[in-house]
């Protein structure tokens, strides 16, 4: 009797089709990602790195990915990047941190604030924390990455957009996500586990919502408990599954869905991304070494020199910046002025009102409009060089708070630090200092110097290191916070991004009618 009741409950969980034979449940439910079936994708692998003529024809025309065993040995950071050498040499330098779980940590805390450290405090402290350095990689530290022979020539050695440095001691894990650019992903200590899933079978892995104009993306499935009742789609999904050890890389294509596992006592990788191309000129493949090549060699699109804000993410500045100029010259029949940017912008970004949208306008065309007159044309955008297109993207796109060395006006919450004081004020009658820095820290993650910030506002003019709760007015934790509430952004809703969808076919058949209407003579009319 016991077992009919099993089944029954089991059919009205499951479904009829769910339930095969001896299964009671779908192969690979609440297990790791991949249990729905063994991996099916196969990957390249080779010993010898491609030339980039074949680079491009076999892999990157085709977004496959393939593994170059051996071919991160080369850089002297393979050997020379030990703690000891790293925190001696470029120990005063910044990173960017995150937790090791991807999403499910509470972001570490540095020397230097949320999220952000120096690499001398690292080392000391990554053995024994849940610190993983995801970062940009330092400038002063490219002399001792070396760039894969296949993308030393042609259109790939203008390509490089970013180099990303990641880091972590006893283990680390990824969310299934996809990236903007290709990259090749070289590991120089430790061991990574990669699942892979093409994009092509994006419909199918239960990617979380994000603005249609996002590039990248993630799956809401639990990579390590797959809920197959609640996402039963990633069963159709082939997959591959690979390991990659210390002085191996990787190519990993744009937009090409991957779940990493991060083993080792030490686990260390340098990632170089390059552009989205679609197409590949070998111009000068004849002539130029195609060798290892120091990457303080290539001129890279966005560096940082580990102090300040951060350029990781941003686009890439000719395919992402550049050509989108050319097209809005296009658009703008011929001319591409502030107020057609406005447009665009109020198009691209109707989270954010007219006042928000003028001003970035205005500064954003400020940036390249070299000559002051009022207006660019396809010369003009040709002749920008790659600063101008920076400063206009700087701009142009909004600010990854992560990037930033004021992160935590944007972690730690208005109204939950709001709950905070109105809690422990009821409580105690007051709110002190020490109760609320304490508070702060512990149900918060905030650290102590911003905890200051906020009670040391609270009790300006006053002083003490007590308010009473009379004087904890609204008007006065508003002042308190007035940093945090400056940094509040407007986001944007699904319903908005169809609505911007809509407006935005709208706007380019408009243009196109007008410029059609304008390419024919009086007499035509």
């Given amino acids: 009797m016991e077992g009919l009741w099993k089944f029954l409950l089991l059919l009205a969980v499951c479904g009829p089709d769910g339930i095969t034979g001896d299964s009671a449940l779908p192969v690979g439910h609440l297990q790791p990602l991949g249990g729905h079936r063994p991996p099916d994708v196969p990957i390249d692998e080779l010993y010898t790195i491609p030339h980039p003529r074949e680079f491009w024809d076999k892999y990157v025309k085709h977004e496959k990915p ?3 065993r051996g071919a991160a040995k080369n850089s002297p950071a393979f050997t020379q990047w030990t703690d000891e050498y790293l925190k001696e040499k470029y120990g005063k330098l910044e990173v960017r941190l995150e937790g090791k779980r991807e999403k499910h940590s509470w972001l570490p805390i540095g020397v230097k604030g949320i999220g952000r450290d120096t690499i001398e405090h690292f080392i000391d402290t990554y053995h024994d924390s849940d610190a993983y350095i995801v970062s940009q990689l330092p400038t002063d530290m490219y002399h001792e990455v070396l760039v894969q022979p296949c993308l030393t020539c042609g259109t790939f050695r203008n390509s490089l957009v970013e180099i990303d440095l990641w880091m972590s001691s006893n283990g680390g894990s990824s969310i ?5 650019f290709n990259a090749i992903n070289c590991l120089y200590k430790g061991t990574k586990h990669w699942k892979m899933i093409e994009y092509k079978y994006e419909h199918l892995i239960h990617k979380a919502w994000e603005p249609s104009r996002e590039i990248g993306g993630y799956s809401e499935v639990n990579v390590h408990s797959v ?6 789609n990633i069963a159709k999904v082939p997959w591959s599954n690979f390991t990659i050890h210390g002085g191996d890389c990787l190519y990993l294509p744009k937009s090409y869905y991957h779940q990493v596992e991060s083993v080792g006592d030490v686990n260390l990788a340098v990632a170089i991304l390059f552009a989205r191309l679609e197409k590949f000129d070998d111009f000068d493949c004849d002539t130029q070494k195609v060798e290892f090549t120091p990457l303080s060699d290539f001129e890279v699109m966005w560096n940082w020199e580990g102090f300040g804000n951060m350029t990781m993410g941003h686009a890439d500045l000719e395919m992402g910046i550049r050509d989108q100029l050319h097209e809005l010259v296009d658009e703008g029949d011929g001319k591409l002025t502030k107020d ?3 447009q665009l912008l109020m198009m691209e970004t109707p989270e954010f009102d007219e006042e928000f949208n003028m001003d970035k306008a205005e500064r954003a065309f400020q940036a390249v409009d070299s ?4 207006y660019l044309d396809s010369d003009d955008v040709d002749a920008l060089d790659w600063d101008a297109l920076r400063a206009f993207t700087l701009v142009f796109e909004n600010q990854e708070p992560s990037n930033t060395e004021f992160f935590e006006y944007t972690v730690t919450y208005p109204d939950d630090i709001v709950d905070v004081i109105v809690k422990l004020a009821k409580k105690n009658g007051q709110l002190t200092r020490s109760d609320f820095i304490d508070a702060y820290m512990t149900q918060l993650g905030g650290t102590e110097k911003y905890g200051t910030e906020i ?5 300006e003019g006053q002083g003490g290191d007590v308010v009473p709760v009379k004087d904890l007015t609204r008007e006065r934790m508003d002042y308190a916070l007035h940093n945090w509430l400056i940094r509040i952004k407007p986001e944007m809703t699904p319903e908005m991004d169809e609505e911007r969808d809509e407006r935005s076919k709208e706007f380019r058949e408009n243009i196109h009618g007008l410029s059609d209407v304008q390419q024919h003579t009086p007499d035509e009319l």
């Fill in 371 to 374: 000559s002051s007159k009022g």
């Fill in 340 to 342: 057609f940017i406005f």
């Fill in 176 to 180: 299934l996500h996809k990236d903007a």
């Fill in 455 to 459: 009670f040391d506002r609270l009790v």
């Fill in 227 to 232: 809920d197959l009742l609640k996402h039963p």
């Fill in 66 to 68: 393939v593994i170059l």
